[in-house]
């Protein structure tokens, strides 16, 4: 029993408030998992730079010195920056794989949670309330975000097992449910390229997604197919630079509800977390269908 939320900008005006809302949603399902949390935000992006966000094995490493030596090793006026127990280094797209290799030589117990455009990934074990007040996230502002309170039924409560997940540039899921096949689907993926560094089901359907939109797919169409490829019950909830997606398995008991106004989209486990949202009451509030993607995208 995990807990999710969602929510997608429209008003730009309601942008800075981004991190506040999803703060105050992810504070309403706690109890469906206190094990850990996490954060996915998008933000207006880096312009011509790319972002790295990275973290340590514990929340008592030192990541901000790692930050700091891997962007005088670039050099290129990359930079790091700290938030609570990861960095996000801002670099020139075309250090990104040299970036990558620099950490896996030089600090392998670093992983990079998340890169891209605009994509910036903070979790960590804890409750969840705890988890977003050390990395600030009622501060952030964004054009869209997704929040995951973890129960762990799959694999072990660790900060690399929390969600969000994130196997591509500016690409994350979080998941309610489980996976039947994740154990054939991951030594598949692993041997098209794909990185998959734990044993969590779900970052198998992150990599499967990114696979499939690798191999041409759009996002909506991977979708669709994981029904087809994908075993078990599950909730998706999926962002990309731009787009935020939700998709339920064709038996759907997952618990899942939606909110749409002309300001915002917005996906919860429970209503009540929608309760902290603008408007409200004057919102169209919806179970989403079995085996329906939906989807959202600035232009």
Not at 26 to 31: H, I, N, V
Request: hydrophobic letters at 35%.
């Amino acid at each position: 029993m995990c807990g999710i939320a969602g929510l997608f900008i429209k008003d730009t005006k309601l942008e800075p408030e981004l991190g506040s809302l999803l703060a105050q949603m992810t504070s309403t399902l706690c109890s469906r998992g206190p094990d850990s949390a996490g954060f996915a935000i998008y933000s207006r992006g880096a312009g011509s730079r790319a972002k790295l966000t990275i973290s340590g094995p514990s929340a008592g490493f030192d990541i901000g010195a790692v930050g700091e030596k891997l962007a005088a090793a670039l050099g290129h006026d990359a930079t790091s920056a700290v938030r609570y127990s990861h960095a996000i280094v801002t670099l020139a797209h075309d250090d990104v794989e040299r970036a990558e290799q620099w950490l896996a030589e030089n600090h392998p117990e670093v992983t990079v949670m998340s890169g891209g455009n605009s994509l910036e990934i903070y979790k960590e074990v804890g409750y969840p309330d705890d988890v977003a007040k050390s990395f600030g996230i009622a501060s952030i502002s964004g054009t869209h975000g997704i929040s995951h309170t973890r129960m762990a039924t799959e694999s072990a409560v660790t900060t690399n097992g929390a969600h969000p997940f994130s196997t591509g540039p500016d690409q994350c899921l979080v998941h309610n449910g489980s996976l039947s096949n994740h154990a054939s689907l991951r030594r598949e993926l692993r041997r098209e390229g794909i990185k998959i560094r734990t044993e969590n089901d779900s970052e198998v359907a992150a990599a499967y997604l990114t696979k499939q939109m690798r191999d041409g797919q759009t996002l909506g169409e991977a979708l669709k197919s994981s029904l087809d490829d994908l075993d078990g019950f599950f909730t998706f909830v999926v962002g990309t630079e731009r787009g935020f997606g939700v998709l339920r398995d064709p038996i759907a008991c997952k618990p899942a509800v939606m909110a749409e106004t002309d300001r915002y989209v917005a996906f919860a486990s429970e209503y009540k977390t929608l309760t902290c949202l603008p408007e409200i009451a004057k919102a169209k509030v919806w179970e989403p269908k079995p085996a329906t993607v939906y989807f959202w995208e600035h232009a």
